[in-house]
């Protein structure tokens, strides 16, 4: 089985910064994409970061304050957020897409308060 345990959410003042981290373990041939969703309150997840070897893809409400990588020795990866803001609080899911059978695992969430 593939598990992913997220890291690095917590209380941040707006304006500030965060570094989620999602490492994955388990029976893991290889990892075709990592990404991350945001679940604002009372809102649907939404897709805001994602790496694959074919380059990154963010959202618009992270383009140009966020920066996500891997490290493929490690099945980890990263979610470096700046100018934090009140509206980015919610809960943060990291997921992968494996390779050879494209299945998705989750991780279980991270919480993030942005406080303004």
């Known amino acids: 089985q593939v598990q992913l345990v997220e890291s690095g959410g917590g209380l941040v003042q707006a304006g500030g910064s965060l570094r989620l981290s999602c490492a994955a373990s388990?029976?893991?041939?290889?990892?075709?994409?990592m990404g991350w969703y945001h679940q604002a309150p009372g809102k649907q997840r939404a897709l805001v970061a994602r790496?694959?070897?074919?380059?990154?893809l963010y959202a618009d409400s992270l383009k140009g304050r966020s920066t996500i990588s891997r490290d493929d020795a490690k099945n980890t990866a990263y979610l470096q957020v700046d100018s934090l803001k009140p509206e980015d609080t919610g809960v943060y899911y990291c997921?992968?897409?494996?390779?050879?059978?494209?299945?998705?695992?989750w991780g279980q969430g991270t919480q993030v308060t942005v406080s303004s």
């Open positions: 997921y992968i897409e494996v390779a050879r059978s494209f299945d998705i695992f």
């Open positions: 388990g029976n893991i041939a290889g990892i075709n994409l």
């Open positions: 790496i694959s070897r074919a380059g990154t």
